[in-house]
């Protein structure tokens, strides 16, 4: 660990950016990641379950012959109810502290902590990245043998996505709400992968030093000027999927187009109807549909109107029209939009009571493409945004929580429409 080396007595020391922290009575080694459990890591509280980051604390750990005392000791705490936990490695050296002091015949040692990191030279050396290597050997998993460095995380603004987010060269995929990748258009026209990233807790984006060492010269320039120092906290499913090989929940949008193709297949198998047109078309809009890289008007409006291409302008009008025919006649029909016949199909062919509140969902994504989509005057606009987040018993401001609660309903209307038909058929 490095710093100052004192033993047989103790002056405490206080720094602005230590925490002052109790003895541990019991520092036991956490368990390793239960497999069957979901969302379960070395990162996670045992208490609360949220992702603990690294602190630094004035630490004491009672020994039955020495007492040892750690000045801005690296240690896991969580965000949430403020436990603490000892990392693999912190108690390994606090054991071998221990261990000297009986050596020397001391009954106690303290330790000051070395502030100036060390630097991994192997990688990307002349642009001077910001980043702790306290991370890489004391966060559990990412230090190696060899040490040379290749998992230190480095940390940078959440608008250092924008350019790819933005740019058709490059693309953004999110397997899970917190573990993505960038990809880049290549001469073939296809993307090929260049890195996978992480974003933590507080927003920002995170990766592996080694990663970006292999990314080419012009990309890691641009990635350094939006770098930022370490806030020690890698918790995310880009480190469960990455570091423990933990399979993780997909996103959002992922899961909701999931239940989305699940419907339309239960509807063409039990009951012989194709409900969507422009199938390629719809597939190639869902490349379009992930978590917005900054929640502003324009970035969240594209995902959106990516969402009602997919979700209300693949709708085939014409083939429920059809399939109302046999219970509805009158030239009314022609006169109703595909969101509209879906209702009615749901309500009158289906016999679904609740069709108005399972289509509820997809109005509040129509009248939002129209918010984002159209010229429209203020207090008409206004009225419309929140008429929007009435209807999805949103409070909160920003674009965020309407988004999420957007996809969290789609996908319930999916599922509900899925069980429906599959029901009604005796499934």
Not at 61 to 84: G, K
Not at 260 to 277: A, P, Q
Not at 329 to 358: I, N
């Amino acid at each position: 660990m490095g710093g100052g080396l004192a033993f047989a007595s103790l002056r405490e020391k206080q720094s602005s950016p230590v925490e002052r922290f109790p003895t541990i009575s019991d520092p036991e080694t956490p368990l390793p990641p239960d497999r069957d459990r979901p969302n379960s890591s070395v990162l996670r509280c045992e208490r609360c379950r949220r992702w603990m980051r690294l602190v630094f604390v004035d630490y004491e750990a009672p020994n039955e012959s020495v007492d040892v005392r750690m000045a801005a000791f690296p240690i896991l705490q969580c965000p949430e109810c403020r436990d603490y936990r000892l990392t693999p490695r912190g108690r390994s050296f606090l054991q071998w502290l221990a261990e000297q002091a009986r050596v020397k015949g001391s009954s106690a040692v303290q330790v000051s902590r070395k502030t100036q990191p060390k630097r991994f030279d192997s990688f990307c050396k002349d642009l001077d990245f910001l980043y702790d290597s306290t991370d890489y050997e004391y966060i559990p998993g990412l230090w190696r043998r060899e040490g040379d460095g290749f998992l230190t995380p480095v940390f940078f603004r959440p608008d250092v996505l924008l350019k790819y987010g933005l740019n058709d060269e490059y693309s953004v995929i999110f397997a899970s709400d917190t573990y993505g990748s960038l990809y880049k258009k290549g001469s073939d026209g296809h993307y090929e992968h260049m890195i996978a990233f992480g974003v933590n807790q507080s927003g920002k984006v995170v990766m592996w030093l080694g990663d970006v060492d292999e990314l080419p010269v012009e990309e890691q320039y641009y990635l350094r000027a939006f770098n930022v120092p370490s806030d020690h906290d890698v918790g995310s499913e880009f480190f469960q999927g990455q570091i423990e090989v933990i399979f993780t929940e997909p996103s959002v949008e992922a899961a909701m187009l999931k239940y989305r193709k699940s419907f339309l297949e239960v509807v063409l198998l039990l009951r012989d109807l194709k409900l969507t047109r422009l199938d390629k078309e719809s597939f190639e809009e869902t490349r379009r549909v992930a978590r917005p890289i900054a929640w502003t008007d324009n970035l969240v409006g594209a995902v959106i109107q990516a969402l009602h291409k997919i979700c209300i302008e693949s709708l085939d009008a014409s083939a429920l029209r059809k399939a109302l025919r046999n219970v509805e006649t009158g030239p009314d029909l022609d006169q109703q939009g595909s969101l509209k016949l879906m209702e009615m199909w749901l309500a009158e062919v289906e016999g679904l009571a609740d069709a108005s509140r399972v289509m509820s969902p997809f109005y509040v994504l129509n009248d939002l493409r129209i918010l984002f989509a159209h010229l429209l005057p203020t207090p008409k606009a206004q009225e419309l945004h929140s008429t929007c987040r009435s209807r999805l018993g949103v409070d909160a401001p920003g674009w965020q929580v309407v988004y999420l609660k957007l996809m969290e309903c789609l996908a319930q209307s999916y599922r509900d429409l899925t069980e429906a038909i599959s029901e009604g058929s005796g499934c």
